[in-house]
């Protein structure tokens, strides 16, 4: 079955330090991967996506996640972490052609960042 | 970069009455637009896909007299809650793919609904 987990339910990070929210996902075909960051009430905002090529893929706002076949894993990093980056994010994989936009999401990682 | 807009962006009814969202695609044409449903704390859960011209797909489990889907044209799909209740209540966000097969979605702000 199709499925994308992310382990962490919340995660708490300090202002400056580094930050990586955890992604696996079990998928027939090959897989396209997206990270995506939710605000309180708001819709969802692409971070970054992985198609093909270069494995580690970077995205907006400083965010880069790397895709590991071998561990079925999409990682989402940041090197130093704003208070502006609290936020649900989201995990999710898809496939192009005539199911492209169908996403499966995970659950979500909630961020919250101490000053 | 292309905007999906969504609205209401909050409504609140009263239980039994119908709602509409409506979802366009602002600066592109939309084939097909998805709609999600995410309860607080919960991730999205796609209900169905909207297919310009054509009846809608549902997801398992969705009930589609309930959830009527509508897409008119090529950048709105709107979809109606019909006599809701309160379990209805919850965050509906719809994206739209636009023609170029990269995969990549458009979500709108999404629509609170209450249902009292």
């Known amino acids: 079955a199709q499925s994308v987990t992310q382990p962490d339910i919340h995660i708490t990070v300090s202002e400056g330090a580094s930050l990586e929210l955890r992604c696996n996902y079990s998928?027939?075909?090959?897989?396209?991967l997206f990270w995506y960051v939710q605000s309180p009430g708001q819709g969802l905002q692409l971070l970054l996506k992985y198609f093909s090529g270069d494995t580690l893929v970077q995205g907006i706002k400083g965010f880069e996640a790397e895709f590991k076949r071998s561990q079925s894993s999409f990682n989402l990093r940041k090197p130093s972490v704003h208070w502006s980056d609290a936020a649900e994010y989201f995990c999710?994989?898809?496939?192009?052609?005539?199911?492209?936009?169908?996403?499966?999401f995970g659950q979500g990682t909630t961020l919250q960042v101490k000053p | 970069g292309a905007v999906v807009s969504q609205h209401p962006s909050w409504v609140i009814c009263k239980s039994g009455t119908s709602v509409k969202i409506e979802c366009r695609s602002l600066?592109?044409?939309?084939?097909?637009m998805f709609w999600y449903r995410q309860f607080p704390k919960q991730s999205l859960m796609l209900m169905a896909t909207s297919n310009e011209g054509s009846k809608a797909t549902y997801e398992q489990g969705v009930e589609k007299d309930k959830f009527l889907i509508n897409h008119a044209s090529l950048t709105l799909s709107t979809l109606t809650v019909t006599s809701a209740h309160p379990e209805d209540s919850s965050f509906y966000i719809c994206?739209?793919?636009?023609?170029?097969?990269?995969?990549?979605?458009?979500f709108g702000e999404g629509s609170r609904l209450t249902v009292l």
């Open positions: 998928y027939g075909a090959t897989p396209y």
């Open positions: 994206s739209a793919r636009g023609s170029s097969n990269t995969g990549e979605l458009f």
């Open positions: 600066d592109f044409q939309a084939t097909t």
């Open positions: 999710a994989v898809g496939a192009l052609g005539s199911n492209t936009g169908k996403l499966i």
